[in-house]
């Protein structure tokens, strides 16, 4: 399939929690004050402080400013959801572990520790890295992007399926795009009762969405280009007959 999938960079765990925490649109809060989720309620600042603006009758509220011990300990968890619809659609979770303060009637976590969770287990990530990283290039508008290429080109999801190896096609009744980053567009392989991921690397990081445009090319392009695998042509002569 030529060079293009020689590059199997990924974005770095510290990169994909700073993911995680831009594109999340919710989160769970647990302190002394008991747990409140917040929706919409949270920004990040650039050495990944997060800014929490939570109801003045918020008991996390009153703990911070109450706080007989100084700085209330807390816990943070934020969901990675998938945008597409597809089985298992928790992609990771993200806990930040931390101290709150009460910065102009808000609520400010400091983290102390930061814990990624996925499918090929949890990694705990070094703060100074945390810190110093930015969210993927492309993660505020993934949803979009992965939104309309599942419902308006499933035809070409289908085609990169042909750069995929046969035996991860094996017993598939669904492909549907799953994620994608600045370095490839990850596919869920759906069978009858389980489920597995394959990653399409691009030949080089796509830093927008311009790039990203091409990169998105360049695969069908060798998609076009590829056999249709076997495993999937049973499959579709299976569903439709």
Not at 107 to 112: D, G, Y
Not at 121 to 139: C, S, T
Not at 193 to 205: E, K, M, N, T
Request: some cysteine; aromatic content about 4%.
């Amino acid at each position: 399939m030529g060079d293009s999938h020689t590059w199997t960079a990924a974005p770095a765990a510290a990169e994909q929690a700073r993911s995680v925490l831009a594109a999340a649109w919710s989160c769970a809060v647990t302190a002394e004050g008991g747990r409140e989720e917040f929706v919409g309620a949270h920004t990040v600042a650039d050495d990944g402080r997060v800014l929490l603006r939570v109801p003045e009758d918020s008991a996390l509220l009153a703990a911070a400013i109450c706080a007989p011990r100084g700085e209330p300990s807390a816990v943070l968890e934020f969901a990675d959801v998938a945008p597409v619809p597809v089985r298992g659609r928790i992609r990771a979770r993200l806990w930040l572990a931390g101290r709150l303060t009460v910065e102009d009637g808000h609520l400010a976590f400091t983290p102390t520790r930061v814990v990624l969770r996925q499918p090929s287990g949890a990694v705990v990530v070094d703060l100074d890295e945390f810190a110093a990283a930015g969210p993927d290039p492309l993660a505020l508008a993934e949803a979009r992007l992965l939104t309309h290429l599942a419902d308006c080109h499933g035809d070409a999801v289908e085609r990169l399926t042909r750069l995929v190896d046969a035996d991860s096609l094996h017993g598939a009744v669904r492909v549907r795009p799953l994620a994608v980053d600045r370095h490839g567009l990850t596919l869920r392989i759906e069978r009858v009762r389980a489920h597995g991921d394959v990653r399409l690397p691009f030949h080089a990081p796509a830093d927008d969405v311009t790039q990203l445009t091409e990169r998105m090319h360049v695969l069908l392009t060798q998609a076009s280009a590829a056999a249709c695998p076997r495993a999937l042509q049973w499959q579709r002569t299976d569903r439709d007959g």
